[in-house]
C-alpha cells in the first residue's frame, strides 16, 4: 500500500509521520511511505521579478528545511520512503499529488487551530477532507 | 501640521499598516530572493543598498503624490492603477514555465533586479497607502515609517505569515479595492456629479463596496486558474 504523509516541518506535523511509522508500518512489509511538503506560492507582485531557476531553489531549500524531520524519523525507524516538495495551495495540492500518484490512503497531522480559529483562518486538514478521494486519516 | 485623533484616523491608520505588511513585505521578499545566490558579503550589501533605494524612492513618489492627488483626473487614474494592484496581489507565482533567464548570480544582475522591482513595488505602494490617508499628510508620513522596518527587516517574517494565511492576502486585495472605489468617486472631476445625482455612491458605500467585490471576484478567479493549472501536471522542486 502507498500512503502519502503531507508535512509541513512543524514538530505537529511529525505526529503523521510516528503514527505511520509505530501503527501502520509494522504490519504491512509494502508499505510505500510518500512524503509531501507544499510550499505555498508567493505572491505573484514579487515572484515576477524573480527569474525562475531561484525560485525553484528557493522553494526547493525551503521544502527540503520542512521534509528533514519526517525523513530522520523515517531513516531512524529504517523504513524505506520517498519524499518531495511541490509548490501549489497546500489542500489542494495534497489531494491531486494522492490522486496522480495513486496513493491508497493520506494520513496527516491537524494544525490544532481549534474550530473558531480553524474556520477562519483555513485548516488545512478540513480541505483536505473534503478534496481527498482516498481515505484521510487524521492525527491529533 | 493639525493631527487630530479620531475614528477615521484609527481605521486608516489600520488600513495602511496591512497595506504595508502586504506590498512593503513584497518588495523584502524581492530583495532577499535577489540577493540569495551571491556570495555572503555582497549579500549583506545588495540587501542594504536594495532596502536603503525602496525606502528613498518611497519617500519620493510620496512627495510628488501628495500634490498630484489634487488635480483634476488624477483620483480616476490612480483609482484604476489601484485595482490593478489590487488584482495582481491576489495572483500566486505562476511557476516556470517556458525558459529562464540564467541568473549569473553577480552582484550586478541582483542590483538590476532590485532597483527594477523598488521602482514598480515602491509606486504601488505608495499610490495605495496615499488612497488610504484621504490627503492627510501626517497618515502618509506615518504609512513611510512603518513600511521601512518592514521593508528592511520584514521579508521571512511577512513571507511566512502570508503563505501560512493566505487570508490575508485575500482580505488585503477587498480593501485595495474597496480603497479604489472609494477615491473613484471623490476625485475633484466626479465629486459633484456624485453630490447632485447619486449621493448614495459615497455616502451608502456603494462605491467602496462594489470596488471589494470586483476585485475579489476578479483576482480569486484568475487565482483559481492559475492554480488549476499548476496541479494538472505537478512539478516537484525537489
Known sequence: MRVLIPVDGS????AAVRYVASTL????TDLEIHVLNV?????????TFIDSAVLRDFHGDEGAKALAGARKLLEDAK??????TVVGEVAETIAAYAEQR?????????????????LLLGSVAHKVLQLSKVPVTLVK | MDITLDQQF??????????DILLSGDNAVVIALACRNLPHRQRKWGIICGAGAAIALRVLFAVFIVYLLNIPYLKIIGSLLLFWIAVKLMLPEEGAHGESVQSGGSLWSAIRTIVIAD???????VIAIAAASHGRVELLVLGLLISIPLIVYGSALVLKALQ?????ITLGGALLGWIAGEVLVTDPVLVGWVEREAHYLHDWYIAPIAGALFVLVLGLSLARAIEARRRQKLDPVS
Open chain 1, 11 to 14: 514538530d505537529r506535523s511529525l
Open chain 1, 25 to 28: 508500518a509494522p504490519g504491512d
Open chain 1, 39 to 47: 510550499q505555498p506560492p508567493l505572491p505573484s507582485a514579487a515572484a
Open chain 1, 79 to 84: 523504513l524505506r520512503h520517498e519524499s518531495s
Open chain 1, 102 to 118: 495513486d496513493c491508497a490512503a493520506i494520513v496527516m497531522a491537524t494544525r490544532g487551530l481549534g474550530n473558531a480559529a480553524g
Open chain 2, 10 to 19: 484609527f481605521v486608516s491608520l489600520l488600513q495602511i499598516i496591512w497595506i
Open chain 2, 119 to 125: 521602482a514598480v513595488m515602491s509606486l504601488d505602494n
Open chain 2, 164 to 168: 501560512r494565511f493566505p487570508v490575508l
